[in-house]
């Protein structure tokens, strides 16, 4: 299986910031890459699909850029409601896998 | 508006089954690939099982072959997942998620999860 390793796993910020975060595939996925926004309680939501397209109703500031192996999704200026766990899934092969997840919390 | 409404989920015992279902609304649900992914801790978000429109294809998981059976009732618009030999690391939050064929959605061997459902919880205790 093709692993999905992010980094950091947790991301201390405040509101204003530009962050970045980072998800490093084991073999070459190409552009297939997602990113998801989880809030507690509740299912994740996909932010950016084919590495750097924002799915729909997602606001600019977030980014997503790579190919290959390496990704990152990048919030240019944070927001209170951009405090959450993100995510990235590789849809390259059939494994279908997950990084461990960043969580971004209020510095 | 879709809405994928997950149901069946409680505790199992070491070695018993539990059987999930998804109802799907806001629609055509034929026409979709449907999927469950699960989240739990120590695990993390993990893909379990995928099902095409027609229900003629059915994919797993490693950990899940041989253990879990997928289906799916066009006709009810619903999704089920029949788990077997239940183990203690099955224990999680169990998605029902739904998969687009649309343009960069999909690679030629799978997909993303676009919309996902509220989540059951499956506890596996004795």
């Known amino acids: 299986d093709i692993q999905m390793t992010q980094s950091p796993s947790t991301l201390s910020a405040s509101v204003g910031d530009r962050v970045t975060i980072t998800c490093r595939a084991s073999?070459?996925?190409?552009?297939?890459l997602a990113w998801y926004q989880q809030k507690p309680g509740k299912a994740p939501e996909v932010l950016i699909y084919?590495?750097?397209t924002l799915a729909s109703g997602v606001p600019s500031r977030f980014s997503g850029s790579g190919s290959g192996t390496e990704f990152t999704l990048t919030i240019s200026s944070l927001q209170p409601d951009d405090f959450a766990t993100y995510y990235c899934?590789?849809?390259?092969?059939?494994?279908?896998?997950f990084g461990q997840g960043t969580k971004l919390d209020v510095k | 508006e879709v809405q994928l409404l997950e149901s069946g989920g409680g505790l199992g015992q070491p070695g018993g089954s539990l059987r999930l279902s998804c109802a799907g609304s806001g629609f055509t649900f034929s026409d979709y690939a449907m999927n469950w992914v699960r989240q739990s801790p120590g695990r993390g978000l993990e893909w379990v099982s995928t099902?095409?429109?027609?229900?003629?294809?059915?994919f797993y998981a490693e950990f899940a072959k041989g253990r879990f059976t997928v289906s799916r009732d066009n006709s009810k618009n619903t999704l089920d997942l029949q788990m077997d030999s239940l183990r203690a690391e099955d224990m999680a939050i169990y998605y029902c998620?739904?998969?687009?064929?649309?343009?960069?959605?999909?690679?030629?061997?799978?997909?993303?999860?676009?919309?996902w459902g509220q989540g059951a919880m499956v506890i596996v205790s004795s």
């Open positions: 899934q590789q849809y390259n092969s059939d494994s279908r896998t």
């Open positions: 998620t739904k998969s687009t064929p649309k343009l960069g959605y999909c690679s030629s061997n799978s997909c993303l999860f676009d919309q």
């Open positions: 099902i095409s429109g027609s229900g003629t294809r059915t």
């Open positions: 084919k590495a750097s």
């Open positions: 073999q070459n996925i190409n552009s297939w």
